[in-house]
T-cell receptor
Framework: RKEVEQDPGPFNVPEGATVAFNCTYSNSASQSFFWYRQDCRKEPKLLMSVYSSGNEDGRFTAQLNRASQYISLLIRDSKLSDSATYLCVVPPRENFNKFYFGSGTKLNVKP | NAGVTQTPKFQVLKTGQSMTLQCAQDMNHNSMYWYRQDPGMGLRLIYYSASEGTTDKGEVPNGYNVSRLNKREFSLRLESAAPSQTSVYFC?????????????FGSGTQLSVL
């Protein structure tokens, strides 16, 4: 099983829709979780960090489900500019330097 | 503030040729990373350096070597390039410590091996 797994999508949604992606992880000891955003042919950039049950930043909410070992990213009121690939990162607790990325979920927000 | 700088941005190699990808950061970060990204496969960790003087293997280290030249610079070397190494390579850095897990990325190197 891969360290971090994501549904590749694409998720095609209209503007204004609410969309959610999940990311499952295999290391039950992981304590910190991250969502990165990557635009086409660009470098990834940190979107949100999750250290406990969840985090909210404007239209974006990240939640952690430790029992089922997944994190989710919810985007409300989708904008065209939200179109991107969303990558999750779950460093293992025993070696926080191993920043393994999921393969990413592609989101297309359409007019 | 330049952040993380990678060179070159583009490179075409023939099978068997060697080359070094350069990466430098000016943020005084402790840890540095090399990733490759192939279509549909996300970023895969090649090697990382937790601090100056140390390097460790990531998920896909075969065919690569690295050097942490000093705190600023972390280079990636392909000794004998293969077509399977055609990819986009990203260098990243971060400072150690909780609450400082943000990775800062360079703009990437597009490498094609013919």
């Amino acid at each position: 099983r891969k360290e971090v797994e994501q549904d590749p999508g694409p998720f095609n949604v209209p503007e204004g829709a609410t969309v959610a992606f999940n990311c499952t992880y295999s290391n039950s000891a992981s304590q910190s979780f991250f969502w990165y955003r990557q635009d086409c042919r660009k470098e990834p950039k940190l979107l949100m960090s999750v250290y406990s049950s969840g985090n909210e930043d404007g239209r974006f909410t990240a939640q952690l489900n430790r029992a089922s070992q997944y994190i989710s990213l919810l985007i409300r009121d989708s904008k065209l500019s939200d179109s991107a690939t969303y990558l999750c990162v779950v460093p293992p607790r025993e070696n926080f330097n191993k920043f393994y990325f999921g393969s990413g979920t592609k989101l297309n927000v359409k007019p | 503030n330049a952040g993380v700088t990678q060179t070159p941005k583009f490179q075409v190699l023939k099978t068997g040729q060697s080359m070094t990808l350069q990466c430098a950061q000016d943020m005084n970060h402790n840890s540095m990373y090399w990733y490759r990204q192939d279509p549909g496969m996300g970023l895969r960790l090649i090697y990382y350096s937790a601090s100056e003087g140390t390097t460790d293997k990531g998920e896909v280290p075969n065919g690569y070597n690295v050097s942490r030249l000093n705190k600023r610079e972390f280079s990636l070397r392909l000794e004998s390039a293969a077509p399977s190494q055609t990819s986009v390579y990203f260098c990243a850095s971060r400072v150690l410590g909780t609450g400082s897990e943000k990775l800062f990325f360079g703009s990437g190197t597009q490498l094609s091996v013919l």
